[in-house]
Nanobody, 126 residues
Framework: QVQLVESGGGLVHPGGSLRLSCEVS????????ITWFRQAPGKEREAVSC???????YYPDSMKGRVSMSKDNVKRTVHLEMNNLKPEDTAVYYC????????????????????WGQGTQVTVSS
């Protein structure tokens, strides 16, 4: 069955870096785009980045310059590198599969995502 499992979260100091991973099963990364979302306490879930089946990532303006998304189709793993982390980056980070295929670019629209991981907690604090 389709599964997404995040890992790599933890406690990091402000200014630090973290690498999150999302291992998928039940489907292949050459057929589906993947998106990273995050949700802080009391806030709505927001998109962090997405990656197209062709390997091209997209970053919302608010994330540009601080995150980098990549993937390994063979290992069925997607990565999210985050740099210069701030306390406001504290959130649960989720990866999700976009159910819409065969587009020229990936999309971060939440309603298009059909399978989600359980999330991994990232806490940025001194």
């Amino acid at each position: 069955q389709v599964q997404l499992v995040e890992s790599g979260g933890g406690l990091v100091h402000p200014g630090g870096s973290l690498r999150l991973s999302c291992e998928v099963s039940g489907f292949t990364l050459d057929r589906y785009d993947i998106t990273w979302f995050r949700q802080a306490p009391g806030k709505e879930r927001e998109a962090v980045s997405c990656i197209h089946t062709n390997g091209r990532p997209y970053y919302p303006d608010s994330m540009k310059g601080r995150v980098s998304m990549s993937k390994d189709n063979v290992k069925r793993t997607v990565h999210l590198e985050m740099n210069n982390l701030k306390p406001e980056d504290t959130a649960v980070y989720y990866c999700a599969r976009n159910r819409i295929t065969s587009r020229r670019w990936c999309s971060v629209a939440k309603t298009e995502h059909d399978y989600w991981g359980q999330g991994t907690q990232v806490t940025v604090s001194s």
